[in-house]
């Protein structure tokens, strides 16, 4: 169970006191409300007459169906509690992230995992802090399958784990809105930003493996598939190498002389092509 917070107890204190019911009852309830994300809560403890539902809105039910004045206190409590969650935290419930998941054929639905603010009401769990530190604290964490995020909106990073070290990139002026993983031949990882859907690996890798990236690579890791809705960091190929003996140099210099010859291709464009062939030697 999470372990309140100085400001956690407090408001419970509070709350406790306002209400006229225990710290404990008051406990069990902020954890529901937090469990819902805030907006709707399950509960089951005595001083509320057993188990019961809540949502944000006016809908409240306990066992005692004709007991007005219990629902009056459940709503009252609930309210104040979702309140005091979304004061307390990075980012309102309501801007909460939806991950997505993508079939083959291009059709979305709303995948397992949410981002969620993190709550100041809770101690955090040093275990559960797997970006590298000097990110300091997300805006919005939250997971899919086996593939975790951390969103840092003001830093303009974006750290990503598949179960081993966290690869981190730079978001650039993406406003990052949601996450999701194209299934196929391979598993990508996709993420909606106020220019639709991109891949992720459009974006630079500026951490990896516990350290800088000095110098970033032209192509940025993708994730391919390694078993049912799993996905691993591999490295994009570059999409050609450089020749490695003076023979392919020459036969790609009679191939490029061919071309010219056939006006496939212009001076300028022969002599940069022919330079840069040279230069590969």
Same mark, same amino acid.
């Given at each position: 169970?999470?372990?309140?917070?100085?400001?956690?107890?407090?408001?419970?204190?509070?709350?406790?006191?306002?209400?006229?019911?225990?710290?404990?009852?008051?406990?069990?309830?902020?954890?529901?409300?937090?469990?819902?994300?805030?907006?709707?809560?399950?509960?089951?403890? $005595?001083?509320?007459?057993?188990?019961?539902?809540?949502?944000?809105?006016?809908?409240?039910?306990?066992?005692?169906?004709?007991?007005?004045?219990?629902?009056?206190?459940?709503?009252?409590?609930?309210? !104040?509690?979702?309140?005091?969650?979304?004061?307390?935290?990075? %980012?309102?419930?309501?801007?909460?992230?939806?991950?997505?998941? /993508?079939?083959?054929?291009?059709?979305?639905?709303?995948?397992?995992?949410?981002?969620?603010?993190?709550? *100041?009401?809770? %101690?955090?769990?040093?275990?559960?802090?797997?970006?590298?530190?000097? &990110?300091?604290?997300?805006?919005? =964490?939250?997971?899919?399958?086996?593939?975790? +995020?951390?969103?840092?909106? !003001?830093?303009?990073?974006?750290?990503?784990?598949?179960?081993?070290?966290?690869? %981190?990139?730079?978001?650039? !002026?993406?406003? =990052?809105?949601?996450?999701?993983?194209?299934?196929?031949?391979?598993?990508?990882?996709?993420?909606?930003? /106020?220019?639709?859907?991109?891949?992720? *690996?459009? &974006?630079? %890798?500026?951490?990896?493996?516990?350290?800088?990236?000095?110098?970033? $690579?032209?192509?940025? $890791?993708?994730?391919?598939?390694?078993?049912?809705?799993?996905?691993?960091?591999?490295?994009?190929?570059?999409?050609?190498?450089? $020749?490695?003996?003076?023979?392919?140099?020459?036969?790609?210099?009679?191939?490029?002389?061919?071309?010219?010859?056939?006006? +496939?291709?212009?001076?300028?464009?022969?002599?940069?092509?022919?330079?840069?062939?040279?230069?590969? =030697?």
């Amino acid at each position: 169970m999470p372990q309140l917070s100085p400001a956690g107890t407090q408001l419970v204190q509070e709350l406790s006191s306002r209400f006229g019911v225990s710290t404990d009852a008051v406990t069990h309830m902020l954890l529901a409300v937090h469990h819902g994300n805030g907006s709707m809560a399950q509960f089951n403890h $005595p001083e509320f007459g057993g188990s019961g539902q809540w949502m944000w809105g006016g809908m409240t039910m306990v066992s005692d169906l004709f007991n007005h004045q219990l629902k009056s206190l459940v709503d009252g409590l609930c309210n !104040d509690l979702s309140n005091a969650l979304a004061s307390h935290q990075s %980012v309102p419930f309501s801007g909460s992230f939806q991950s997505q998941s /993508q079939s083959g054929s291009g059709s979305q639905a709303q995948g397992a995992g949410q981002i969620a603010g993190r709550n *100041s009401l809770f %101690v955090p769990d040093p275990q559960s802090e797997w970006w590298p530190k000097h &990110l300091g604290r997300p805006s919005a =964490i939250g997971s899919q399958n086996n593939v975790r +995020y951390a969103y840092f909106a !003001d830093g303009r990073r974006l750290a990503v784990s598949t179960g081993g070290p966290a690869w %981190v990139y730079d978001t650039q !002026d993406h406003q =990052i809105g949601g996450f999701g993983q194209q299934q196929g031949g391979g598993s990508s990882i996709t993420f909606t930003s /106020q220019y639709g859907t991109v891949n992720l *690996s459009s &974006l630079p %890798v500026v951490w990896r493996d516990g350290a800088t990236v000095q110098n970033r $690579p032209s192509q940025a $890791p993708v994730f391919v598939a390694t078993g049912a809705a799993a996905a691993q960091p591999v490295t994009q190929p570059a999409s050609s190498s450089p $020749p490695e003996r003076a023979e392919d140099a020459i036969a790609l210099l009679e191939k490029l002389g061919q071309l010219k010859e056939k006006d +496939y291709i212009t001076e300028e464009e022969y002599q940069a092509k022919k330079s840069d062939i040279l230069n590969r =030697i």
